[in-house]
C-alpha cells in the first residue's frame, strides 16, 4: 500500500516536497517512481530511485528541479520540487516496482506494480 502526500497550492517559483509512504512489504527491496498527470494529459513519468537509493533517473522537464529521494528506514520516498512552473500542476503519484531490486531507470508505468492515491500540486503564476 502506497500513500502519497505533501501536493498543494503553490507559487511559481516554490518548492514542495511530497513524500510516499509504504507498507506491506519490504520496501526497500524495490525501486520507487513519481508519476504525474495534469489535467487533460496523459500520465508522464517524472523521476525513478532504484532500490538501493543510489541510481536515479529524471524527465528532462525536471531534471535539475526535482530530487527524488528514499528513507527506507522510514518506507517513505521522497520528490523535492524547486523552482516550481505553472506547467508542473497535476496530480502527483508514486509508484511502487512488483519485481525485486532492479536498478535501471524505470520509466513507464506498466512497469510498476502498485500505485497510490495521488496528491494534487498546482502551481500558481
Known amino acids: 500500500q502506497l500513500q502519497a502526500s505533501g501536493g498543494g497550492l503553490v507559487q511559481a517559483g516554490g518548492s514542495l516536497r511530497l513524500s510516499c509512504a509504504a507498507s506491506g512489504r519490504t520496501f526497500g527491496n524495490y525501486a520507487m517512481g513519481w508519476f504525474r498527470q495534469a489535467p487533460g494529459k496523459e500520465r508522464e513519468f517524472v523521476a525513478f530511485?532504484?532500490?538501493?537509493?543510489?541510481?536515479?533517473d529524471y524527465s528532462d522537464s525536471v531534471k535539475g528541479r526535482f530530487t527524488i529521494s528514499r528513507d527506507n528506514t522510514k518506507n517513505t520516498v521522497y520528490l523535492q520540487m524547486n523552482s516550481l512552473k505553472p506547467e508542473d500542476t497535476a496530480v502527483y503519484f508514486c509508484?511502487?516496482?512488483?519485481?525485486?531490486?532492479?536498478?535501471?531507470?524505470?520509466?513507464?508505468?506498466?512497469?510498476?506494480?502498485?500505485w497510490g492515491q495521488g496528491t494534487l500540486v498546482t502551481v500558481s503564476s
Open positions: 530511485i532504484g532500490w538501493g537509493g543510489s541510481r536515479t
Open positions: 509508484a511502487a516496482d512488483g519485481s525485486l531490486r532492479r536498478n535501471w531507470p524505470l520509466r513507464t508505468g506498466d512497469q510498476y506494480a502498485y
